[in-house]
């Protein structure tokens, strides 16, 4: 906030919300803590999330007519992810479409495959629901806005 005034004259960072973000942080990891049961089930949610990642990346290929190896699949996906994390924003639009296409490309799929299965990998792991997303985030605005 002090290097921040510099720039602007209000606060970056509310104290009041950074206090309740921690606090509910620490009670949600107290919470995992004590329960070995939810830490299983948030890891098998979290496998479960990145194998369905994959199944849409390797039926994105399909349907422009190419059957990838799934061995090279998996490879290139974590590829492009750890290449993904090392940038500023992840999951900032372009770059993990530009890191599968490279990758992908660098692993001797076709060109043209390569880009347009990413490009619909993308549509349906992040377009879809970030649509879906801002349209429940309104429908759930004007519901609780209607009743206050």
């Known amino acids: 906030n002090t290097l921040g005034a510099l720039i602007r004259k209000k606060e970056f960072i509310n104290p009041l919300k950074l206090r309740s ?18 830490i299983f089930k948030a890891l098998f949610a979290s496998f479960l999330f990145y194998i369905a ?11 422009f007519g190419f059957r990838p190896p799934l061995a090279l699949l998996v490879f290139g996906f974590i590829i492009s992810t750890a290449i993904a994390l ?19 490309v660098a692993l001797q799929f076709p060109p043209h495959a390569a880009l347009l299965a990413s490009l619909l990998f993308r549509i349906f792991t992040f377009w ?21």
Not at 21 to 26: E, N, R, Y
Not at 53 to 63: G, K, Q
Not at 134 to 148: D, E, F, P
Request: net charge neutral.
């Open 86 to 104: 090392f940038t500023l924003m992840p999951e900032t639009p372009g770059i993990m479409e530009t890191s599968l296409t490279v990758v992908f």
């Open 21 to 38: 973000f921690v606090t509910h942080l620490a009670e949600t990891t107290d919470l995992l803590g004590t329960s070995k049961a939810k």
């Open 128 to 148: 879809v629901p970030l649509a879906l997303g801002v349209l429940v985030y309104i429908k759930l605005k004007k519901t609780t806005g209607a009743s206050s």
């Open 53 to 63: 990642d994959i199944a849409t990346l390797y039926f994105s290929f399909l349907v």
